[in-house]
T-cell receptor
Framework: AQTVTQSQPEMSVQEAETVTLSCTYD???????LFWYKQPPSRQMILVIR??????QNATENRFSVNFQKAAKSFSLKISDSQLGDAAMYFC???????????FGGGTRLMVKP | NAGVMQNPRHLVRRRGQEARLRCSPV?????VYWYRQLPEEGLKFMVY????????ESGMPKERFSAEFPKEGPSILRIQQVVRGDSAAYFC???????????FGDGTRLSIL
């Protein structure tokens, strides 16, 4: 069984500054993907970034980047130049390679201060 | 280029009634997933379907819950004889073949009176 753990229930960051959200996971899969999803108050689930486990290079999407430490089973999300619109719940997830169903962490609520 | 469409957006039922939640996947996607989100929690996998087949229902309660994805039409998650504990947001996601990521709908928020 897979598990995903987000140890920070809440984080806050000043607008324009950088924040890092933590995630650790456990899986018996040899090949898997890791994801960060954003859920604003509207409750949509928006894919922020995706990392393939067999790739050593950390994924980057504009102001969002990850620090993927495979041996440590750690997958943190860094948000640079934080904006008010980044305020949301952030969920880390890992997929089951057999069926691709996702296992989610409990989420981190990010607040952005103007 | 429509994404995953879920309806209704909000559904209110009384205890003992049936709830039907609908999900139309992205056009061309044949893989559908249902997840449940309780307040202040992450999403939990319920069931994975491919056209006309249930592939994995390990996350779905054995009683009162059923899901289908017919050859024609949307995927349906059906909850019979609803109880207060069924109150949650139910999300549907679809994906294409290979390792394409899942695209989520906006969810159906089910409230049980």
């Amino acid at each position: 069984a897979q598990t995903v753990t987000q140890s920070q229930p809440e984080m806050s960051v000043q607008e324009a500054e950088t924040v890092t959200l933590s995630c650790t996971y456990d899986t018996s899969e040899s090949d898997y993907y890791l994801f960060w999803y954003k859920q604003p108050p509207s409750r949509q689930m928006i894919l922020v970034i995706r990392q393939e486990a067999y790739k050593q290079q950390n994924a980057t999407e504009n102001r969002f980047s990850v620090n993927f430490q495979k041996a440590a089973k750690s997958f943190s999300l860094k948000i640079s130049d934080s904006q008010l619109g980044d305020a949301a719940m952030y969920f880390c997830a890992c997929n089951n390679n057999a069926g691709n169903m996702l296992t989610f962490g409990g989420g981190t609520r990010l607040m952005v201060k103007p | 280029n429509a994404g995953v469409m879920q309806n209704p957006r909000h559904l209110v039922r009384r205890r003992g009634q049936e709830a039907r939640l609908r999900c139309s996947p992205v056009k061309g996607h044949s893989h559908v997933y249902w997840y449940r989100q309780l307040p202040e929690e992450g999403l939990k996998f319920m069931v994975y379907l491919q056209k006309e087949n249930i592939i994995d229902e390990s996350g779905m309660p054995k009683e009162r819950f059923s899901a289908e994805f017919p050859k024609e039409g949307p995927s349906i998650l059906r909850i019979q004889q609803v109880v207060r504990g069924d109150s949650a947001a139910y999300f549907c996601a679809s994906r294409g073949g290979g390792n394409q990521p899942q695209h989520f709908g906006d969810g159906t928020r089910l409230s049980i009176l």
